[in-house]
């Protein structure tokens, strides 16, 4: 059974940091391309940042670029979404998901989802 579970998400002040975390089980973890997306309420999901298969290469959103870094350990199953200098706009829930493209942006191009995880961002 394939599974993605996000966890850390909070609430924090504006200003803060927090870490997302992702575990992946039941696939081969290092084949896939994993991006994590964020729906805010009333907002359509949208892409925030993905990491190709050997972690070598990221694309990120105009939105959160320069504040926020994917990065991913093949050998625990788990991407990372880093989140620095949070803005209240950054509310929303976060979603991992998988792609086998080499290199994916679009919610089309991923397969598997997990289930969230909430980050509340305060002014």
């Known amino acids: 059974q394939v599974q993605l579970v996000e966890s850390g998400g909070r609430l924090v002040q504006a200003g803060g940091s927090l870490r997302l975390s992702c575990v992946a089980s039941?696939?081969?973890?290092?084949?896939?391309?994993m991006g994590w997306f964020r729906q805010a309420p009333g907002k359509e999901r949208e892409f925030v940042a993905a990491?190709?298969?050997?972690?070598?290469?990221?694309d990120y959103a105009d939105s959160v670029k320069g504040r926020f870094t994917v990065s991913r350990d093949n050998a625990k199953n788990t991407v990372y979404l880093q989140m620095n200098s949070l803005l209240p706009e950054d509310t929303a829930v976060y979603y991992c998901?998988?792609?086998?493209?080499?290199?994916?942006?679009?919610?089309?191009?991923?397969?598997?989802w997990g289930q969230g995880t909430q980050v509340t961002v305060s002014s």
């Open positions: 039941g696939l081969f973890f290092s084949s896939y391309t």
């Open positions: 998901a998988a792609s086998i493209k080499v290199r994916a942006s679009r919610e089309y191009e991923y397969s598997t």
């Open positions: 990491i190709r298969r050997s972690g070598g290469s990221t």
